[in-house]
């Protein structure tokens, strides 16, 4: 069963320009949530969404959005970059389970704002 | 202060050396997960746990919900176990994150 795939793993952008990063969870998982990881703030969830539904969002400004497909395949978009934005940006899905819910990260989108 | 408090934040051990890191939370919680985090970003959940203890191969984890605590033990530590390890609260769909315990396992 494949992983959690994020792409791109990489990227270097330009302030004010805007980025889509892409999330593919493991397969029959609807569940699935997005993470920025700083070395200042450290790991932030910033929002969940189940059945193309976002059900929970962290305390971030409207330029981060995101969205979910039928397939469960979801993106996240960061408009207006900022330089505070570069960030390993963490996506995961999760599977409800007889203990509770399980969560499997992909590898991570590592985003540099130049 | 942060909902979710770690210590210690670094910890180098020698090979062999039982491990204690230490997690306490404000929030309300239904689950309380340990990830491990390698260099290079990836990052593995360990344990979920609601209630009482857990073990996997070396790694043990324990919850005390009336004090609102959780630890994580590696017996017998491996250089290979060398990690970042971040405790998780998990309530209501939102995940609050501890700053992570650095370990170093020296040979």
């Known amino acids: 069963k494949a992983g959690v795939t994020q792409t791109p793993r990489y990227l270097i952008k330009t302030r004010g320009q805007q980025v889509t990063l892409s999330c593919s969870p493991i397969?029959?998982?609807?569940?699935v949530s997005w993470y920025q990881q700083t070395p200042g703030q450290g790991l932030q969830f910033l929002f969940e969404?189940?059945?193309?539904?976002?059900?929970n969002k962290g305390n971030f400004p409207g330029r981060f959005s995101g969205r979910q497909f039928s397939n469960s395949r979801s993106e996240m978009n960061v408009s207006t970059l900022e330089l505070g934005d570069s960030a390993l940006y963490l996506c995961?899905?999760?599977?409800?389970?007889?203990?509770?819910?399980?969560?499997?990260f992909g590898e991570g989108s590592w985003l540099t704002v130049v | 202060k942060n909902e979710v408090e770690q210590s210690p934040q670094n910890l180098t051990a020698q090979e062999g050396e039982f491990i204690t890191i230490n997690c306490s939370y404000s929030?309300?919680?239904?689950?309380l997960h340990w990830l491990q985090q390698h260099p290079g970003g990836g990052i593995v959940s360990l344990f979920m746990?609601?209630?009482g203890k857990k073990k996997h191969g070396r790694l043990i984890a324990t919850i005390n919900i009336q004090e609102k605590h959780s630890s994580l033990h590696i017996t017998a530590s491996h250089p290979r176990d060398s990690a970042v390890y971040i405790c998780?609260?998990?309530?209501?769909?939102?995940?609050?994150f501890g700053a992570g315990t650095r370990l170093t396992v020296k040979p």
């Open positions: 969404y189940f059945s193309e539904t976002q059900r």
């Open positions: 995961a899905s999760t599977v409800q389970g007889a203990e509770g819910n399980t969560i499997y």
């Open positions: 929030v309300g919680i239904s689950a």
């Open positions: 998780a609260a998990y309530n209501n769909n939102d995940m609050r």
């Open positions: 746990l609601s209630s």
């Open positions: 397969s029959g998982h609807r569940s």
